[in-house]
Structures are given as C-alpha cells and as structure tokens.
C-alpha cells in the first residue's frame, strides 16, 4: 500500500526537532538545532568519498525550497572517528572506487546506528562490490534488501511509481534502491544504478536534461523526508 503524503504541518514540526529528537547518543550540534543537515562520510580505501562537490548543497537547496524542512545549506564533511561524529545523524557517502573501514570504525558504526543514526548511500559507479563487503561487516546478519516500489520512500513527498530514477546509464541496468533495516527501522538506504549525486550537480557538469535533474533532486528530498519521518 502506498505511504501517505506527509502532512506538510507535521513534517514542520518533526524537522524542528530534528537536534534533539535522535535516540541513544546522537544529537544536533547547538547551532544546528531546528535544522536538517547532511555529513559527508569520508572513509579509506582510495574511493573519491569527495566526488561531485556541487551535489550536496544543490540538494539542500532544493529541499529548502522546496518543501517545509528548514535546511541548514551548508555540506559538513566528517569521519567515523571524529570526535563530533555523534552529531550528525544523516550520513551521505559516495564515491567510485573502494571503501575501507578499520575495525574500530565498524564498532563506531555499528553504534551510531544503533543510537538512531541514518546513511544514504550513492553508488556513484564502482563502489558497489567494497560497500557491500563493509556493510556485512557492520551487520553480519542483516541483508541489504531491494526495496519494492510501494515502499514509503519512493511516495513520502514526491511520487516515484517505478522506483528509483535511472539518471545515468552506468552498467545499463535498471536503477535500485537497497536498504538495511535494523530494530525495524531503515538505517542504510542505498541507492544503485542511478546516479543521484550526479543528478544534484550542476546542470552543465554532466549535461542532465532538466527533467532529470529535477527527479534526482525529488528523490534526494524523498529520502531525507523519510528519514524525518521514520
């Protein structure tokens, strides 16, 4: 069954208590409080967790203006083992190539998703096999599952019918979308064949159609909005 739209009111007033309404150890920082924000993961293994610098801030851009989320519009960058890692619970990480984490990051990991924590995950071509590899890792006994089309995600503010947006073509296969859930809520949602982060770019950097552009930004506001909502 379809998820119903969130009611614009409601999401207002579950943003605004974004910084303190996370479980076990994670909170806000004081000066974000009453405003989402993303932190890009940076991680080992030589992948380009740093790819598409525009993607981020175009999104939050979006989101701000878009729907009722008060967005702080800046990208924080952060790794496992910084001491203020806590205070980010959206995790956005990306890249091309590989992915590593030392034991003691899969510890932290597996933490911070225990306290509450949320990670979207964009394969932005190539870092499917090593992401995988470290996700068992994290949880050796839960699955990543292909989300089915009438999950809440796809249908929380914008409508997405068939999934996931295909926005580049990469192996040409079709777009999915992969989760990880936990004390049944949805910690890791990954993104596959689609290319969200290219998406979000500027228009010019990968020469996206408009309508593309814009579906990926949709999306993009359809996982955050989920993940407000959880």
């Known amino acids: 069954m379809y998820a119903k739209r969130i009611n614009a009111l409601h999401l207002l007033i579950i943003t605004l208590s974004f910084g303190v309404m996370m479980t076990g150890n994670l909170a806000g920082a004081d000066s974000r409080l009453g405003k989402f924000f993303i932190a890009r993961l940076k991680y080992d293994g030589g992948g380009d967790w740093y790819c598409d610098p525009s993607s981020l801030p175009n999104l939050l851009e979006f989101v701000a203006q878009n729907t009722p989320v008060v967005t702080d519009l800046k990208e924080y960058r952060v790794s496992v083992m910084d001491k203020e890692f806590f205070s980010y619970p959206y995790l956005y990480m990306t890249g091309h190539g590989n992915i590593r984490f030392s034991d003691e990051e899969i510890l932290r990991l ?121």
């Not at 050796?140 to 009438?150: A, H, S």
């Not at 580049?168 to 004390?183: R, V, Y």
Request: hydrophobic share 30%; with cysteine.
């Open 110 to 230: 597996r933490q911070y998703f225990n306290a509450g924590g949320f990670m979207h995950a964009d394969d932005n071509y190539g870092m499917d096999k090593s992401f995988q590899r470290e996700m068992k890792r994290i949880f050796p006994d839960n699955d990543l599952v292909e989300l089915p089309f009438d999950h809440a995600i796809y249908h929380c503010f914008y409508d997405f019918p068939s999934g996931l947006p295909k926005i580049h073509e990469h192996d040409n296969k079709p777009a999915q979308g992969f989760g990880i859930f936990h004390n049944n809520r949805l910690v890791v949602f990954y993104s596959y064949e689609s290319d969200l982060g290219d998406g979000w770019e500027d228009p010019e950097v990968h020469n996206d159609p408009p309508e593309k552009h814009e579906k990926a930004l949709q999306m993009g506001a359809n996982i955050i909005i989920y993940s407000l909502t959880q």
